[in-house]
């Protein structure tokens, strides 16, 4: 098959955290970043926003709502239409594979046993840490986690309308939504599946930086998360890779 061209999006207020997620995804085979800034945080002062061969930054209101992150989701794929496929993701979201496979080999394999496809919904595992951990660990400190019947999504840029869900996007008529067993997905929330590939959603990564995204104006107060979740949802990674 022709070569295939995979960028990722992400709408973040915690840039300070990006340099080992795009290490990550790079070492997944993705060839572009396209990282979207909320523009009501302060910017990090050891942190270089030049754009690169690789990455490219762009300011964006978020509006204290999920309607300015699916607005950005729409424009990257408005923007970047010579991408096959763009993932939609957050900074706090690691792509995963059995055996290490890359991006472009999942995809490879998913066409050789499905046929070509539009998007790929991909199912979270919450990980977190039973003891907790009170500050961030490396990604692959966190091995404990339950599965979670919501996607993210992989889409082909081209196909898609809007999203009225930042999980799900709606795509043009006749096109192919599919899991990673071939099964029709018509929503942001499924049947979980994780056999070859899942979204490490590091939800709850540590005990100071939950304290932080609690108190910080923005997301997590629109969503009105509370302390004692942190444990609550630590207790539940009950699984363990």
């Not at 070569?3 to 060839?31: A, C, M, Q, S």
């Not at 763009?86 to 499905?114: A, R």
């Not at 799900?168 to 990673?180: Q, S, V």
Request: charged share 25%; hydrophobic share 30%; proline share 4%.
């Amino acid at each position: 098959m022709a070569k295939i061209k995979v960028g990722i999006h992400t709408l973040t207020n915690e840039p300070e955290y990006l340099t080992e997620w795009v290490n990550h995804y790079r070492n997944y085979g993705f060839d572009h970043f396209f990282v979207y800034l909320d523009s009501s945080i302060v910017s990090e002062p050891n942190i270089d926003y030049s754009n690169t061969d690789y990455l490219t930054y762009k300011v964006w209101d978020c509006k204290n709502s999920p309607q300015g992150q699916m607005r950005a989701q729409e424009d990257c794929c408005k923007n970047n239409q010579d991408y096959d496929y763009i993932l939609m993701i957050d900074s706090d979201e690691y792509l995963m594979t059995k055996n290490n496979m890359n991006i472009k080999q999942v995809i490879e394999n998913l066409y050789y046993i499905h046929g070509d496809f539009d998007a790929l919904a991909l199912y979270w595992r919450f990980y977190g840490s039973n003891p907790s951990f009170l500050d961030r660990q490396p990604i692959e400190n966190y091995r404990q986690w339950h599965p979670n019947n919501h996607i993210k999504s992989l889409v082909n840029p081209k196909k898609v309308i809007r999203f009225n869900d930042p999980h799900f996007a709606t795509l043009l008529p006749n096109t192919k939504y599919i899991d990673e067993l071939g099964r029709k997905v018509t929503s942001p929330i499924g049947n979980h599946t994780s056999e070859n590939i899942w979204i490490k959603h590091t939800y709850t990564r540590s005990k100071s930086e939950w304290e932080k995204k609690v108190n910080r104006k923005g997301w997590y107060e629109f969503y009105g998360r509370k302390m004692e979740e942190f444990e609550n949802y630590n207790k539940s990674c009950v699984n363990s890779d």
